[in-house]
Each structure stands twice: as structure tokens, then as C-alpha cells.
């Protein structure tokens, strides 16, 4: 079975710093799609960003960007510029097709003023 | 408006007191879920259904209920609660099952507390 995790319980960045949010996973697939989700403290589950497996070129939004290690079966989360609107749990989630996503179990950012 | 609707938002319930947690779309979504969100074990997916009247077990279905009568409804029930299903309950919909690169659209959430 897929599995996902994230070993960082609780992280925290400075305000306007650089901070990567880790998350690996386990699959025999080779086609995928990998999730990273953000759920402020209003409880709301947001996209944040999505990567394709077969795609080797990392996703980026704005100041949100993946270094996706296909190979190391690794999706960071690279947040820039951290504003105290980032502050959240984030879950990075993975889906093969046809089956159910598969969230990992979150990390708690805190971002200081 | 797009979105997913929960109700209610709060319940607090005894033990052995029949509830339903009512999740509706308007999205005209194939692909509808529920899971509970524990602390330090994310999210977990209890029961989904890929269209009107198929239904299906996800990984923690032990407990819980549900149907799918008309598209847009995918209610959860809970025929007896008992206090370890004490947990924050998110309703998610997707346009198709197997529409791997779609996001699902969550609903805001719904804390249940039993006591």
C-alpha cells in the first residue's frame, strides 16, 4: 500500500525567510500525481501546489515551489519570503490513477514576526 | 457559488446516539469522500463513493455509514458514536474517480465530540 510521510511534526521560518517542508512517499507506480495541501488555522483545506510524475520539471506557484526527487521518492515544499498568512498545517497527499488519495500525516508551520 | 457544504459544523453527542453529518456539492461531482483528521495521523479516508448508489470502504470504515442517493449528497452516519470517533470530519468532492491530476474540493469541516 502507498504510504506517505512527513518527519517534520513542527517547523518555523522567520518572516520574509526561505523555508522546505519535507515529505517522501512509497509507491511501486511509476505515473502519479503529488498534492501538497495548507489548512490555516480556519480548518479550510487548500491547493497549494500539484506535480505530475512523469513530468521532471517542478512545479512552482508563486512563491511556492516542489524539488520533486522522483528516483528518492521526495516532494518538498519550498516556501519564499514567508508571510504570517503561511502559517498552517500542511499535508502532502499522493494519487495514482483510479485509486483514493493518500494524505501524509502534516506539518505544523509557524511563522515568526 | 462552487463549494462543499457540512452540517453541522459542531456536534457534541453521547454514546450510542444515532447521528448524521449531511455533505452536499454543487459541482455536479462524481467523486465524493469522507475522512477524519487526527492529530499526528492526517487525514484518513473512511468511505467514498465513485457515482450515485456505488459506494465503497476506504482505510478506517469501522463504525460509519453512508449512501449515495442523489449526485450532489454523500451523508455519513454514525449508528452508534462512540468516544473514539472524537475527531475533526472532512467531506471532499472531485469531478471524476479517476481524474488523478484533479484536486479535491473539501468541505469546511465538522468537530464531533462524543462523549
Known amino acids: 500500500a502507498q504510504t506517505v510521510t512527513q518527519s517534520q511534526p513542527e517547523m518555523s521560518v522567520q518572516e520574509a525567510e526561505t523555508v522546505t517542508l519535507s515529505c517522501t512517499y512509497d509507491?511501486?507506480?511509476?505515473?502519479?500525481?503529488l498534492f501538497w495541501y495548507k489548512q490555516p488555522p480556519s480548518r479550510q483545506m487548500i491547493l497549494v501546489i500539484r506535480?505530475?510524475?512523469?513530468?521532471?520539471q517542478n512545479a512552482t506557484e508563486n512563491r511556492f515551489s516542489v524539488n520533486f526527487q522522483k528516483a528518492a521518492k521526495s516532494f518538498s515544499l519550498k516556501i519564499s519570503d514567508s508571510q504570517l498568512g503561511d502559517a498552517a498545517m500542511y499535508f502532502c497527499?499522493?494519487?495514482?490513477?483510479?485509486?483514493?488519495?493518500?494524505f501524509g500525516p502534516g506539518t505544523r508551520l509557524s511563522v515568526l514576526p | 457559488e462552487a463549494q462543499v457544504t457540512q452540517n453541522p459544523r459542531y456536534l457534541i453527542t453521547v454514546t450510542g446516539k444515532k447521528l448524521t453529518v449531511t455533505c452536499s456539492q454543487n459541482?455536479?461531482?462524481?467523486?465524493m469522500s469522507w475522512y477524519r483528521q487526527d492529530p499526528g495521523l492526517g487525514l484518513r479516508q473512511i468511505y467514498y463513493?465513485?457515482?450515485?448508489?456505488?459506494?465503497d470502504k476506504g482505510d478506517v470504515p469501522e463504525g460509519y455509514k453512508v449512501s449515495r442517493k442523489e449526485k450532489r449528497n454523500f451523508p455519513l452516519i454514525l449508528e452508534s458514536p462512540s468516544p473514539n470517533q472524537t475527531s475533526l470530519y472532512f467531506c471532499?468532492?472531485?469531478?471524476?474517480?479517476?481524474?488523478?491530476?484533479?484536486?479535491?474540493?473539501f468541505g469546511p469541516g465538522t468537530r464531533l465530540l462524543v462523549l
Open positions: 471532499a468532492s472531485s469531478p471524476s474517480p479517476t481524474g488523478t491530476w484533479e484536486t479535491q474540493y
Open positions: 509507491t511501486s507506480e511509476s505515473d502519479y500525481y
Open positions: 506535480q505530475e510524475a512523469y513530468k521532471q
Open positions: 497527499a499522493y494519487r495514482t490513477y483510479g485509486q483514493n488519495f493518500v
Open positions: 459541482m455536479n461531482h462524481e467523486y
Open positions: 463513493s465513485m457515482n450515485v448508489e456505488v459506494t
